[in-house]
């Protein structure tokens, strides 16, 4: 069965650093997200991709954040200069093109700042 | 704005009890509702949907009924079992919003 993944699927680093997080989504799938949840916390939108674009994003996603679908499989998410408070899942996302088709996930990167 | 309201845990039930979990949203429109699992250790998993009102999604001896006019999905099963520990999370899109908007989810503890 075809499935989002997720690398890497831990990452620890100091606060400032950069961290790129990889995600390689279903293959046929046209529509792309990033989503995070602090422990403890609900999940909360980050992001949406389409068609080599940002489609939607969060109050969250500020210009720490980017995203980038460098090549036809993978869609990363970098964030410039990590802050405490950055520490939490990471969870990638993939959408067929129709309206009311559902997210497939990915089984997340946690990300530790220190 | 979107949002969803799911009662908080944890909730925790013997085996082969029944089991409702309580989820009410606030959208413009007609969106699309989600039930999504999250197993210890796991990702989200999609576990049912309605994408209009009087729907009913199933999955897994689970149930939910898109509910407009008091705006609910409430998540339902018979008969849990241990194997049903987990968080579930009301989530909907819809409302003008491509992402989805997830509640605060709610973990479900079985005992045997």
């Known amino acids: 069965e075809p499935e989002v993944t997720q690398t890497p699927s831990h990452q620890v680093t100091q606060m400032g650093q950069e961290v790129i997080l990889r995600c390689v989504p279903i293959s046929n799938h046209l529509y792309f997200y990033w989503y995070r949840q602090i422990l403890g916390q609900k999940v909360e939108f980050l992001v949406s991709f389409y068609n080599n674009e940002i489609s939607e994003k969060s109050e969250i996603f500020d210009d720490q954040f980017s995203v980038e679908r460098p090549d036809g499989s993978n869609f990363t998410l970098k964030i410039r200069s990590t802050k405490l408070e950055d520490s939490a899942m990471y969870f990638c996302?993939?959408?067929?093109?129709?309206?009311?088709?559902?997210?497939?996930f990915g089984e997340g990167s946690r990300l530790t700042v220190l | 704005g979107n949002s969803v309201t799911q009662m908080e845990g944890p909730v925790t039930l013997s085996e082969e009890a029944f089991l409702t979990i309580n989820c009410t949203y606030t959208a413009t429109g007609y969106p699309s509702l989600f039930w999504y699992v999250q197993y210890p250790g796991e990702g989200l998993q999609l576990l049912l949907k309605a994408t209009k009102a009087d729907d009913k999604g199933s999955n897994k001896g689970f149930e939910a009924t898109y509910r407009k006019e008091t705006t609910s999905f409430h998540l339902e099963k018979g008969s849990v079992q241990v194997s049903d520990s987990a968080v579930y999370f009301c989530a909907l899109r819809g409302g003008g919003a491509d992402g989805l908007t997830f509640g605060k989810g709610t973990h479900l503890i079985i005992q045997p």
């Open positions: 996302a993939s959408r067929a093109g129709s309206n009311t088709g559902e997210l497939f």
